[in-house]
């Protein structure tokens, strides 16, 4: 049994089992590794349309693309030094809050973000800026004001998984 789209299945849309029905294909057809199939079905929820499926198109792997953060998030790689990146002792998981520096005055920029990944701290030196990054799971407007403290320079990623919220960019003492 193999994934047929039961209706139009546009791209960028996320994937739902509920979206294919099943139907019989014999089973020394060489493609079938290449179709989703009736076990593989579940692992595929929440995945994101790649290109448009037709109604009644079979469904195949390469239709699908897992999502780029969780939620329907954007991801977003956010260069900064490891010294200004809790010493790089961030971990995919981790909540984060950006701090940017303007004229002396440090203003949070996000807070209570996902950490997706970090880049490989291994064999930088001491003091080293080159390569160091963090990606995070970002909103639209989010990425906006990143983008924008990190054409500014003076960024801080303050790790704060299980710290309290931050109201007004303040943190009361």
């Given at each position: 049994?193999?994934?047929?789209?039961?209706?139009?299945?546009?791209?960028?849309?996320?994937?739902?089992?509920?979206?294919?029905?099943?139907?019989?294909?014999?089973?020394?057809?060489?493609?079938?590794?290449?179709?989703?199939?009736?076990?593989?079905?579940?692992?595929?929820?929440?995945?994101?349309?790649?290109?448009?499926?037709?109604?009644?198109?079979?469904?195949?792997?390469?239709?699908?693309?897992?999502?780029?953060?969780?939620?329907?998030?954007?991801?977003?790689?956010?260069?900064?030094?490891?010294?200004?990146?809790?010493?790089?002792?961030?971990?995919?998981?981790?909540?984060?809050?950006?701090?940017?520096?303007?004229?002396?005055?440090?203003?949070?920029v996000a807070a209570d973000l996902e950490?997706?990944?970090?880049?490989?701290?291994?064999?930088?030196?001491?003091?080293?800026?080159?390569?160091?990054?963090?990606?995070?799971?970002?909103?639209?407007?989010?990425?906006?004001?990143?983008?924008?403290?990190i054409d500014g320079g003076s960024l801080?990623?303050?790790?704060?998984?299980?710290?309290?919220?931050?109201?007004?960019?303040?943190?009361?003492?």
């Amino acid at each position: 049994m193999v994934a047929v789209a039961d209706r139009h299945l546009v791209a960028g849309s996320v994937f739902s089992p509920d979206a294919v029905r099943l139907v019989p294909v014999d089973s020394g057809f060489e493609g079938i590794s290449t179709l989703i199939t009736a076990d593989d079905l579940s692992g595929f929820e929440g995945w994101v349309v790649q290109r448009s499926i037709p109604s009644n198109g079979l469904v195949d792997v390469s239709a699908l693309v897992e999502p780029g953060s969780p939620s329907g998030l954007r991801s977003m790689s956010v260069p900064v030094a490891i010294e200004h990146a809790a010493g790089g002792s961030l971990r995919a998981g981790d909540r984060v809050d950006v701090i940017s520096v303007v004229d002396g005055t440090a203003s949070y920029v996000a807070a209570d973000l996902e950490v997706i990944a970090v880049s490989e701290a291994a064999g930088a030196a001491i003091g080293s800026t080159s390569g160091y990054h963090v990606v995070l799971a970002v909103s639209a407007q989010d990425a906006l004001r990143l983008a924008e403290a990190i054409d500014g320079g003076s960024l801080e990623v303050v790790r704060s998984t299980g710290a309290p919220d931050i109201e007004g960019g303040r943190v009361d003492p």
